[in-house]
């Protein structure tokens, strides 16, 4: 099953100030989250933000909040964004059936978060270098896990080029120029 530009959402769950310092390769996560983030931007792709408990871990790094969009980010305390009413409300509202996942940690919120989504009858797809864990085993056993729920797991270029759908484009050469070096 393709992704589709018109049909998907990129979720970011909790890339967060007070968390990020601990997961595995952070730097690997918020690069390679940035890179798809900036994409879907580019190509119009409606991209929500969850944040786990601000007040105590902090919001979203500053490095991805200056390019997420502002009017759509999601407070919650469930681990599973699916299970936070109002986090609900914002990705059923998009009407979109696909919904792309990138965040931390692996094993908690992304894992649960996906897993709901999936029983809820929409496409996941999980980026596995665009998602990480405190300790590397976790995200191993969490994308096995998923992948056994029949979540998609996918990497930042296979969504990429899924959005882009075909070279010749002005936008293919810019994305093309700036990010597939």
Known sequence: MLIHPQKSCLLVVDIQEKLAP????????????????????????????????????????DELREVLPKDKYMEKTHFSCMSEPSCHKMIHDSNLEQIIVIGMESHVCVMQTAIQ?????????????????????DKLYALERMRSCGIHIVTREMVAFEWMQKSGTETFKRISKEYLR
């Open 22 to 61: 601990a997961i595995h390769e952070k730097e690997v996560l918020i690069q390679n989250s940035k890179w798809l983030i900036e994409i879907a931007s580019i190509l119009g792709i409606t991209i929500i933000t969850s944040e786990q408990y601000p007040q105590g871990i902090g919001h979203t790094i």
């Open 117 to 137: 989504l999936k029983q809820q009858g929409l496409e996941v797809y999980v980026v596995a270098d665009c998602v990480s864990s405190r300790n590397p085993n």
